[in-house]
C-alpha cells in the first residue's frame, strides 16, 4: 500500500438507476482530511488550472497539489482526455507517458514546463485559464456578446 492510499467507510455503495455500482458518485465521496493528510492547495497558476482540468475530467470535487492522478480514479483513458485538454488549454502536446511519471499535480506542472519551455507564456495562460473557468454561462456569453 502506498502511502496516498485511503480508506473511507461508507454505510452503503452508491447506485445506479439499474443497481450497479455508482462509480462516479464513489470518486466523488471526499475524505475528512486529518492533521497527517492536511491539504495542499495548488500554489501556482499553472498548478491551480491543472487541478481544475482533472477536477473536470475526473468528476471530483477537489484537487489538492499532492493529489495522485490515479488515487483520484484515473485511469489511462482518462489520461488521455487530461493530455486532449493540456494540449487544447496551453497549446503543448505531452506525451501521456510524462502523468504516468508525473501523477501529482505539482510533478505534472514541473513536466509540463519542461516540456513548453516557456514559463511565462505558461503562468499566463494558466491566469487566463482560471479566469475563464470563474465566469458563468451568462459572464461568457455577455463577454463574447461584447467583444463582437
Same mark, same amino acid.
Given at each position: ?13 452508491p447506485? #445506479? ?12 465521496? *471526499? $475524505? ?9 492547495? $495548488?500554489?501556482? $497558476? ?10 473536470? /475530467? ?21 489520461? #488521455? ?9 496551453? @497549446?503543448?502536446e ?6 504516468? @511519471?508525473?501523477?501529482? /499535480? *505539482?510533478a505534472?506542472? *514541473?513536466?509540463? =514546463?519542461?516540456?513548453?519551455?516557456? $514559463?511565462?507564456?505558461? #503562468?499566463?495562460?494558466?491566469e ?5 473557468? =470563474?465566469?458563468?454561462? @451568462? ?6 456578446? @461584447?467583444? #463582437?
Amino acid at each position: 500500500m502506498c502511502s496516498s492510499d485511503l480508506f473511507v467507510f461508507i454505510d452503503t455503495l452508491p447506485l #445506479t438507476p439499474h443497481n450497479k455500482i455508482d462509480r462516479k458518485a464513489l470518486r466523488a465521496i *471526499t $475524505p475528512s482530511r486529518d492533521r497527517a493528510g492536511a491539504s495542499a492547495p $495548488p500554489a501556482t $497558476p499553472l498548478e491551480r488550472a491543472i487541478a481544475g482540468i482533472w477536477q473536470d /475530467v475526473l468528476g471530483v470535487p477537489h484537487v489538492d497539489a499532492t493529489d495522485n492522478f490515479f488515487d483520484l480514479g484515473g485511469h489511462s483513458l482518462l489520461a #488521455t482526455q487530461i493530455m486532449w485538454r493540456i494540449f487544447e488549454v496551453f @497549446d503543448v502536446e505531452v506525451p501521456l507517458r510524462r502523468l504516468f @511519471d508525473a501523477p501529482t /499535480v *505539482t510533478a505534472f506542472a *514541473t513536466a509540463l =514546463q519542461d516540456i513548453a519551455g516557456n $514559463p511565462a507564456r505558461l #503562468t499566463r495562460v494558466a491566469e487566463l485559464y482560471e479566469e475563464v473557468r =470563474q465566469l458563468s454561462a @451568462d459572464d461568457v456569453s455577455a463577454r463574447l456578446e @461584447d467583444a #463582437t
